[in-house]
């Protein structure tokens, strides 16, 4: 197969989107990963050395437009994908056929998809905008002692926190966000490791499970966020 029949086959596509979904996912965790720390440390101290690690970092720089162009490979490739399996799929198909052998979230991933991509719009426009290109009062710096040294660096917690505290619908719409992340990367995780290969009997099932408890670790990790500062503010 030529390079050019294997880019536009649907092999090659579900390729695309697995290796970008990985590579998000891979993203996904390190991010949830340093969110947490606002659940940990009410001073904010932690968070804002996270914070300020990964703004600061030439590496994560560099990874910064690697990342965005991950998330439109993905998203350009799923609308792809899912007009050519609507173009392949035989007029009047039976859902309750395909419900018989595949999970609600398998046979919604371009739904769940848009669902988390219209959060993401919302997520960069609470954040990312702020931080990255208009700045915003909240930020105002303050000096954090970091392995005995005075840093100064952005109150990147306070933003955070203040949109939490301040509004419960911002606080469920988050909560939505990570579910959805979650029931998306539950058939993602699993499905992307069918296509490239690893897909015999045995790792089948290991996989089904894996992406089921990293699906959940996304829902439950996310959702505790806002969940947190519901409760104790
Ligand atoms: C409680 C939930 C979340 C919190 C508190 C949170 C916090 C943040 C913050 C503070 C930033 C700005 C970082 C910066 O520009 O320096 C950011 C950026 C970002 N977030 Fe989230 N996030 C959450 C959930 C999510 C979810 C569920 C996704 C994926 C669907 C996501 C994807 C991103 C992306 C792609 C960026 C831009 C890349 C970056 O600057 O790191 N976030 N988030």
Redesign the pocket.
Known sequence: MSKGSFLSASIGRKFFMSITGLFLIT??IV??SI?LL?IFDDSGDLFNIA?NF??TNPLIKVM?PV?ALG?LVHIVWSVGITIQNMRARPVGYNKAIQSVNSTWASRNMFILGGL?LV??GL??FN??WK??IVGDPLLEHITVMQGGIPTEMEN?YL??STLFKESIVYCLI?IA??IL?GLHVTHGFWSAFQTIGLNNQIWRKRFYVLANIIGWI?AIG??V??LYFMIKF
């Open positions: 993203f996904i991010h949830m969110n606002l914070a990964m703004a910064e990342l998330f988390v959060f993401l997520h960069l954040f990312w931080i990255k990147a933003l955070v988050y966000g990570g992340l996304f996310f959702s966020i806002p």
